[in-house]
Every structure is written in C-alpha cells, then in structure tokens.
Antibody, heavy 119, light 108 residues
Framework: QVQLVESGGGVAQPGRSLRLSCEAS????????MHWVRQAPGKGLEWVAV????????HYADSVKGRFTISRDNSRNTLYVEMSSLRAEDTAVYYC????????????WGQGSPVTVSS | DIQMTQSPSSLSASVGDRVTITCRAS??????LNWYQHKPGTAPKLLIF???NLQTGVPSRFSGSGSGTDFTLTISSLQPEDFATYYC??????????FGQGTRLEIK
C-alpha cells in the first residue's frame, strides 16, 4: 500500500534552516508529482510547493518563494524541502502529498512533521 | 490567485442529519475541485475529486456536485466518524493550488 513518511521536523531558531524528508513506498515514486502542504496552529491547509515527477519543474507559494527549495531523489524514493531563513509564521505541521490524475488531486498524504520556529 | 470561499465556516449537526457544505471560487475552475476531510492529528483524506467523483473506499453517503464557480459537498446521513473539518481545493489555475478556509463540522 502507498505510504508517505515525513521526518526532519523539530525546533529551529528564526533565520535558521531545516530540511524535511518524505520517504515514499508502495508505488512508482517517479511517476507522480509531489507536494508539500502545511497547517499552522489553528489555521487551515496551505499549499507550499510542488515538484514534477522527474524533478525538472518546481513551483512555490508566494509565502515561501526564495526561502524554501523542494527537491526529490527518485533513486531513493524520497521528497525533500529545504527551508531556510525560517520565520515564526513558518511554524506548522508539514505534510507531503502525492499528486494524482489529470486533476492533480492529493490522494495520499503523510502523517505530518511538526516544525516550530522560535528563539 | 483563485480564492476559495467555503460556507459555513462551522456547522453543528446530529447523527443522521443531511449536511451540505458549499465552496465558491473567485473565478471559473471548470470541475477542478477536490474535497478533503481532516481530523486532528491525522493525515487529510481525499473524499471527492473532479467535483463529483468519489475516491475509492469513501462511503457513498458522501457526494459532490457543481462546476464553474459553485460547488457542494453533501453528507446524506451523518455518522459519528464524520465529525471533522472539510476543505475544498482548486487545481485548475496553478500555481498556487488553493484551499478553502475549511468547514468545521461539530456534534450538536
């Protein structure tokens, strides 16, 4: 069965960096676009970034553009997001999600990795 | 960016009730509209894709309709496990992919 397992979350100081990973199994990882989505405390879901199946194209939400970098290693079945210049407002649970179909719906999600940005 | 507006923001209902949640897009999105259920501490779950298609394994009491700018999610007979927050999402004009603000469904 499809599984997505995030890791790498924790506490970081403002201005520092953190890298999240999402290990995929149960499907052909190189066949799907992958996304990061976050949920800040008490808030709704916010799309963060997407990377194409071959890693050649990436897009970002304006709130993270220039600070976050999404990447993938299809040989390791792993998705990443490098988060730099972290701000307090980046505090959230971060989910990876698989994009599917021509409508790019998110049919499988990880369990979430909490990130807290605080001094 | 396309703005997605859900109504109501919160809703109290009883087991067995029929519930409808609406989602309006700021411009036409054809049928590129998906619905998710989210419970605290768990991964969001896809319910409906392409406005009206039931995801595999989702109970048939869930249904979706609409096209263009106006969409609805209906739960025909609420079950205890349905109390959660529901989000609509558009994937028509991206980036960015945008979600509605969520509808919190609570037990009356």
């Amino acid at each position: 069965q499809v599984q997505l397992v995030e890791s790498g979350g924790g506490v970081a100081q403002p201005g520092r960096s953190l890298r999240l990973s999402c290990e995929a199994s149960g499907f052909t990882f190189s066949g799907n676009a992958m996304h990061w989505v976050r949920q800040a405390p008490g808030k709704g879901l916010e799309w963060v970034a997407v990377i194409s199946n071959d890693g050649s194209r990436q897009h970002y939400a304006d709130s993270v553009k220039g600070r976050f970098t999404i990447s993938r290693d299809n040989s390791r079945n792993t998705l990443y997001v490098e988060m730099s210049s972290l701000r307090a407002e980046d505090t959230a649970v971060y989910y990876c999600a698989r994009g599917s179909g021509s409508y790019d719906y998110f049919d499988h999600w990880g369990q979430g990795s909490p990130v807290t940005v605080s001094s | 960016d396309i703005q997605m507006t859900q109504s109501p923001s919160s809703l109290s209902a009883s087991v067995g009730d029929r519930v409808t949640i609406t989602c309006r897009a700021s411009q036409t999105i054809s049928n590129y509209l998906n619905w998710y259920q989210h419970k605290p501490g768990t991964a969001p779950k896809l319910l409906i894709f392409a406005a009206s298609n039931l995801q595999t394994g989702v109970p048939s009491r869930f249904s979706g309709s609409g096209s263009g700018t106006d969409f609805t999610l209906t739960i025909s007979s609420l079950q205890p496990e349905d109390f959660a927050t529901y989000y609509c999402q558009q994937t028509y004009i991206t980036p960015p992919i945008t979600f509605g603000q969520g509808t919190r469904l609570e037990i009356k």
